[in-house]
């Protein structure tokens, strides 16, 4: 068990040691807080708003996709309603959802800090984002972009609808992402507390690091794109222009440059997120830290050589299309590093089969299939075949939203008690966890038939082969939005009516759980001074510490 | 052994809170860590900076391959003694930004805002003769893309040189801007409010390394869009 030393509940700086909750009041005192809590929370609560607001979007598409012929939406607006719904969960939701939140909340906590390295920076990267957001909404009442989230040129460039609002909006927002990745990296670095050594740090930890690493490389690229994309626009500059003499397929180049890599600002939180549940709900060391935290750099290190994997059909030549399959390959190594280490960080542990562990356990399965279903994709001949259709619809799916969603969801629920100060009900959150899982892959593993069997992507009129899958698939897409809806109920619920969270509910080892739930405001009543692992369960390897 | 809280006072003998300086933040522990993580985090913002510009610089490569010819006849439309010129006074201005850092440490505030303002009027110039070049481009019709309606080089694609020209040249225009706004905001607000000491002048630092970035980029596009072979 943890102990601090001294009795430290008498403010010997002055300051006031209540909650972080309610140590000010106010609408002001949050929307102008220098607290990286309160901004996590700020952050936890837009993503939830606009993943509600993306998730309806797909919701009204999936209702058009029942059946094969067009009933509810003319081909325009359904244009509009999956651009709409991929701009929305890429840059509003997946990029910032759990290093913004989560990250936000927790990187100090663990590393026994008062802070991030720069609190008003923080801030600024929040308000940033909102300005973003607005951008994007803006997009959504001026009539939309029908042009899908990649912007492709030179249609982005010629269509006359709301394109350059929703290029704003992306822009504005990767400055959010990239001001949040230097503050983090610098936090890591300079803010850890004594005795936390790099190879103590939480594997959430490692992480955010990489996922960091890849915020501030890869984020100025698609940055200036979209900037080159405005001029084009507005200005005819003619670089991605072929009656120009520009080039279209350069604008490819730029745009995967980024967009590959921030798969992985996607999806390496969410294996952070893993590893920590893994271990701490099967009270087990985790297996292999030294690989899991050198593969999530090895994993953002290799993403920056393979983007040219979603040109194999753009006209890119041969042998640049074999070396990116084979670079391609490559990243699987580090991410099944990760995922044996997990399950056998659970082999012979005590697991306990609460909420946290069904979404850890979802995210390996769901995950398991994304990952796999990746390298049918970045083999040449088979992606010829697969590009385009339903099969690389239902693999980043898999990959973005089961992956990262099942990561954010068991982080959210692992971490609910020190951010809120109240426990969950354990009942309906199995329910929902159990609808999330049935529908999420009777959504998806639906469309990876589909797609092997050739219905493309985007269209919302399609031969009647495919209706049964389709149908199944929106059926699938309900059930999966019931148990969010109750996920969502339930946990708001708990905010006011659940049982109050002791100081560390999981018995868990890093910091965050050392400071009452919630925390105080300044985080620890003292310094913190780390003298174990952040694995080393009492009741297990205790020769570790 | 476990994890634990201590005593503030006790774990960070020999400065009791009291003994902190005004410019260390609450959050950081003592001075040298605020001071490199405040200058560490500079450094990131620069990395950031040069992948930003690294498109630019990417399309610049990607249409010269395509279009040597071109590229070598637009080149001579620009003029190479303004360019030189703008050059010599960046490097200047990188020399009065060193000098004012310098300034810092010796405690000399005065002569820090001295070479600031130096600094402030080499920017000016380098916009100003920018200015000239580009209203002679408009003048003479060698603009951007759709824009472009000037006759004489040989080669396809000449309106792709100027939109790169004016792209590259334009946000690094913009940095410069950016560069005198922030050299102001020294000025006005931390130099003169006492903010800065010998003890601590992170900030200045600061700026001075975006500005020796935002010189060092100019050093790469006077070459490329100037000098071309
Ligand atoms: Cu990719």
Request: with cysteine; charged share 10%; aromatic share 16%.
């Amino acid at each position: 068990m943890s102990s601090t030393t001294g009795d430290l509940a008498a403010g010997h700086h002055g300051h006031d040691h209540g909650s972080y909750l309610t140590a000010k009041r106010g609408l002001m005192s949050w929307l102008f807080t220098l607290d990286h809590k309160r901004i996590g929370m700020m952050y936890l609560g837009s993503i939830l708003t606009f993943f509600l607001v993306g998730g309806l979007l797909a919701l009204a598409f999936r209702v058009e996709l029942a059946t094969a012929e067009p009933d509810l939406f003319t081909g325009s607006t359904y244009n509009r309603l999956f651009t709409l719904h991929g701009a929305i969960m890429v840059f509003l939701v997946l990029v910032p959802s759990i290093p913004a939140s989560l990250g936000n909340f927790l990187l100090p906590l663990m590393l026994g800090a008062k802070d991030v390295a720069f609190p008003r920076l923080n801030l600024l990267s929040f308000h940033i984002y909102m300005l973003g957001a607005a951008f994007l909404v803006f997009t959504l009442l001026a009539g939309g972009v029908e042009t899908g989230w990649t912007f492709y040129t030179p249609y982005s460039s010629t269509t006359d609808s709301a394109v350059v609002s929703a290029l704003m909006g992306a822009f504005i927002l990767g400055f959010s992402s990239i001001l949040t990745g230097i503050n983090f990296i610098v936090t890591i670095h300079k803010m850890r507390a004594p005795g936390l050594t790099w190879l103590r740090l939480p594997l959430f930890v490692w992480a955010s690091y990489a996922t960091s690493l890849i915020q501030v490389l890869a984020t100025p690229v698609i940055a200036i794109t979209l900037f080159l994309l405005v001029f084009e626009r507005t200005m005819g500059i003619g670089i991605f222009d072929p009656a120009l003499g520009g080039d279209p397929v350069l604008f490819q180049h730029f745009f995967w440059f980024y967009s590959h890599p921030v798969v992985y600002v996607m999806i390496l939180p969410a294996f952070g997120v893993i590893s920590e549940t893994v271990s701490i709900h099967s009270r087990k060391h985790i297996f292999g830290y030294t690989a899991i935290a050198a593969s999530s750099v090895a994993i953002a290190a290799i993403g920056f050589l393979v983007w040219g994997h979603h040109m194999f059909v753009s006209g890119q030549s041969e042998l640049a299309g074999t070396i990116f399959s084979l670079i391609t390959f490559g990243v699987a190594v580090p991410t099944a590093i990760k995922v044996f280490s997990w399950v056998a960080t659970m082999y012979k542990g005590s697991i306990e089969l609460n909420t946290v562990m069904l979404y850890t356990l979802s995210f390996l399965f769901i995950f398991a299939i994304g990952g796999l279903t990746g390298l049918f994709l970045a083999t040449l001949a088979v992606d010829v075949h697969m590009h385009d259709t339903y099969f690389v619809v239902a693999h980043f799916h898999y990959v973005m939203m089961g992956g990262t969603l099942m990561g954010f969801i068991a982080g959210i629920h692992h971490w609910w008690p020190k951010m809120t100060g109240r426990m969950f009900p354990e009942l309906p959150a199995k329910i929902g966890a159990l609808l999330v899982f049935v529908g999420f892959n009777l959504t998806f593993f639906t469309q990876f038939v589909a797609g092997s069997r050739g219905m493309p992507r985007r269209y919302h009129e399609y031969a009647p082969e495919f209706e049964t899958w389709q149908f199944l698939s929106t059926v699938g897409s309900f059930v999966l939005a019931a148990g969010l809806f109750l996920t969502l109920f339930y946990l708001l619920w708990s905010m006011k009516g659940g049982a109050k969270a002791p100081k560390n509910p999981w018995e868990a080892k890093t910091l965050e759980w050392e400071t009452e739930s919630p925390p105080i405001e300044h985080n620890f009543a003292g310094q913190v001074i780390c003298r174990t692992g952040p694995y080393d369960f009492d009741e297990i390897d205790t020769s570790r510490a | 052994m476990s994890n634990g809280i201590e005593n503030e006072s006790e774990v960070a003998a020999g400065h009791a809170h009291g003994d902190h300086p005004a410019f260390l933040a609450h959050h950081f522990h003592d001075a040298p860590q605020q001071k490199s993580a405040v200058k560490f985090g500079m450094w990131l913002f620069l990395v950031q900076e040069i992948l930003f510009f690294a498109g630019l610089f990417m399309a610049y490569f990607a249409f010269r391959a395509l279009y040597p010819e071109t590229w070598l006849a637009a080149h001579e439309l620009l003029d190479k003694r303004m360019g030189a010129f703008n050059t010599v006074v960046l490097l200047t201005s990188s020399l009065t930004m060193a000098l004012a850092v310098r300034a810092c440490q010796l405690d000399d505030i005065k002569g820090c805002v001295r070479y600031l303002w130096i600094t402030i009027g080499c920017a000016f110039g380098f916009m100003i003769v920018k200015y000239f070049e580009y209203s002679h481009k408009f003048h003479v019709g060698t603009l951007p893309g759709k824009f472009y309606t000037y006759e004489g080089i040989e080669g396809g694609a000449p309106e792709l040189f100027f939109s790169v020209y004016f792209m590259m040249t334009g946000v690094h225009g913009l940095h410069v801007v950016i560069g005198i706004g922030i050299m102001l905001w020294m000025i006005m607000g931390p130099l003169r409010r006492g903010k800065v000491s010998s003890q601590y002048y992170a900030l200045v630092e600061n700026v001075g390394l975006y500005w020796h970035l935002v010189d060092l980029i100019w050093i790469f596009l006077f070459p490329l869009l100037y000098l071309v072979r």
